[in-house]
């Protein structure tokens, strides 16, 4: 009898380690991938029909969500926008009172962002990847791998020539699935 006890005791105290570990690891991945600006990312991200898991994985990636974040190269705000790239954003959305410290502005952080994604999407027919490398390494870049890669090659990030964009790619693309399964988040237009 007290040998069946004892099992039973070890079970319970394995099964509460097991429970607390999760539920500790979930904690630490909820602290490691804060949800933030969550009001204005699906805002924006509806807007530029993006997944809000993608937005928030860019937004950690580039700033860890440090608003004030101003990279060695110059780009600034949670999304880190270059500020040529944010004033010509801003030339095609209308915005006539643009100046480049309002890339420190969330809310017009994100919607330009948001936007140029969107302007990424249509270039790259959708493919993440490029969205993704286009992203941090530009557009050009991406062009010119594209026709090395060939007509119709679906790249993955170990086909990108750039180390650090493709390590790039990897983070943002494991954050995106991290964002969705932390915050049950739901697709664009969902």
Known sequence: MKTRKKRTAAALLLL??????????YGYLRVRFPLRYAELVQTYAAEYELEPSFVLAVIW???????????????????QLMPATGEWIAGKLGIEDFTTDR????????RLGCWYL????????????????GYNAGPNNVKKWQEQWG???EPTAADIPFPENEQYV???C???????????????GA
């Open 118 to 133: 969107g302007y990424l999407r249509e270039r790259f027919g959708g493919n993440e990847v490029k969205m993704l490398a």
């Open 151 to 153: 007509e119709g090659h």
């Open 170 to 172: 990897k983070k943002v």
């Open 103 to 110: 890339l420190y502005d969330p809310e017009t952080n994100i």
């Open 61 to 79: 990636a580039e700033s860890s969500f440090r608003p004030e974040a101003t990279s060695h190269a110059g780009a600034r705000g949670l999304m």
């Open 16 to 25: 509460l380690f097991l429970l607390l570990s999760a539920a500790g690891t």
């Open 174 to 188: 494991n954050a995106k699935l991290l964002y969705a399964w932390l915050y049950h988040l739901e697709e664009a």
